[in-house]
């Protein structure tokens, strides 16, 4: 796979010996390829990430891996709130008001390649593989709802389509047996697990909501259905404790 390495960005700081852990995927919300270069690449703008895929597959490295680029701003993930240090990001050109408003093949086969490469090289689990709204969900919706993650192979991504009803089933029965009995707190609870930020969500049913749409759209490519979300995060709490890599 071909990085150009034309353009560089000096938005970027140390990683302070952070283990690489996290791949967060981005949508760059400007009009084309050249826009988003000059923005991550513009000392003004205090943004960038590590690496840029164009419309017709082009993969841009503007920050090396081993630096901390600045991609994910105040986000939180598995009770890290510098996550900038442990992950790697990578922009997409799109935006959803823009002529560049479909995610194109091209776009998204170099994106599984680029993913898979940082995958291995970094050991990152697949549950690791993750959307800016899964680490920002009360302030940002990228990569979107139409973000094709079931394209992903099961290999990279962690699925859980194929987890059964009776083994959702035995989920809520653990949580019952230890006195977490209403929906809302197996929610909370179980989003806590996965690694989402609950800090707030408890008290606060504006950012619940916030937080559970963030979840929806990542999972379910659908509204706020509050029964069917609760249903998949079951699935995928078996999945996710089931799955060591
Ligand atoms: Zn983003």
């Known amino acids: 796979m071909k990085y150009i390495n034309k353009y560089k960005s000096l938005n970027y700081n140390s990683r302070k010996n952070s283990k690489i852990k996290l791949i967060i995927i981005h949508y760059t919300a400007l009009?084309?390829?050249?826009?988003?270069?000059?923005?991550?690449?513009?000392?003004?703008?205090?943004?960038?990430?590590?690496?840029l895929v164009s419309q017709n597959g082009k993969i841009y490295n503007l920050v090396k891996d081993k630096f901390r680029a600045w991609h994910a701003g105040q986000s939180f993930w598995q009770n890290i709130t510098d996550v900038n240090s442990i992950s790697i990001g990578i922009e997409l050109d799109y935006s959803p008001y823009g002529k560049n408003n479909k995610f194109s093949p091209k776009m998204i086969n170099a994106l599984k390649l680029?993913?898979?490469?940082?995958?291995k090289k970094y050991k990152i689990s697949k549950k690791n593989i993750l959307a800016h709204s899964d680490v920002s969900p009360f302030r940002k919706i990228d990569p979107g709802k139409n973000f094709p993650w079931k394209s992903f192979s099961s290999n990279s991504v962690l699925n859980f389509d194929k987890v059964k009803d009776n083994d959702a089933k035995i989920i809520e029965e653990w949580f019952n047996k230890n006195n977490i009995r209403s929906k809302k707190k197996i929610i909370i609870f179980g989003l806590t697990l996965i690694g989402y930020d609950t800090r707030k969500v408890n008290r606060n049913s504006k950012l619940y909501k916030?937080?559970?749409?963030?979840?929806?759209?990542?999972?379910?490519?659908?509204?706020?259905?509050?029964?069917?979300?609760?249903h998949v995060l079951l699935k995928h709490l078996f999945k996710f404790m089931l799955t060591k890599d």
């Open 31 to 51: 009009q084309n390829t050249e826009d988003a270069i000059f923005y991550l690449c513009n000392k003004n703008k205090k943004v960038s990430s590590h690496y």
């Open 114 to 119: 680029l993913v898979n490469k940082i995958q």
């Open 210 to 230: 916030k937080l559970i749409n963030a979840y929806g759209k990542r999972y379910l490519n659908k509204k706020y259905k509050i029964k069917l979300i609760y």
